[in-house]
């Protein structure tokens, strides 16, 4: 097992090993499923789809929101004042590697792939027929339709702050300047919530070279509050 601590130097992004080789291979960030293999417009297609054949489904009806701001790459604000990110214009990394655990947890570690599965089953279960034009299904969407990936972290050894934007579009330098001056004065407990915060987009990719990679196990859960992981390096 590996134990990392949040010292606000190191950064961290979780997925699955559905993109591991890739990434060993080219990097992090070099390729954004997403925009590069297409996957926003599957799940436009998809969405489209459902849509179309009335489908109405409890399921569809808890990610429908989120569904519809991922298609519009756009913020979804609830009502309770809560602001998430449902842009997928770029590759994100983690101040704290619990966030970047968090993430992981996500059975195909990408919030778009999962969401193209999940409309999938949607039109499987209603028993409508899936269309999706092959210039655009790049990834092979229906591949990991019963796919049993498993979570990984990947820890960026070195990348230099011009080389990242913050979360919120502000500028990244700045927000690592004032976060590498407060972490010295927080106790262990307010690290630890200060860095769920502090994600950051990739501007330049990362090389293989300064990349680690670990196997994730855990148990719990973190809305439950005894959510543990344990790292084993690949």
Known sequence: MTEFRCDGY???????TIFLDSIKKTGLGTINPNIDLKLLDVL???YTQVKSAGVKDQ??????????????????IYNNGLKLNFRHDGIYISASHMRAAIYALNKYGSEVLEKCIMLLETLERHHVAVEIPPEIDLFDVRNYLHAEPKPIIIEVLQIDDDDLDKEDGKTAAEALIFLRNIIPTLSEKEKFEFLQFCNFKILKAVPPEKLRFYAMD???HPKTGDFKIYLSKI
């Not at 009806?61 to 519009?72: H, K, P």
């Open 59 to 76: 399921q569809l009806s808890i990610w429908e929101d989120a569904i519809r701001a991922t298609v519009a790459q756009t913020d979804l």
């Open 10 to 16: 190191k950064f961290y992004h979780g997925t699955s």
């Open 44 to 46: 436009r297609v998809l």
């Open 218 to 220: 855990f148990e719990g």
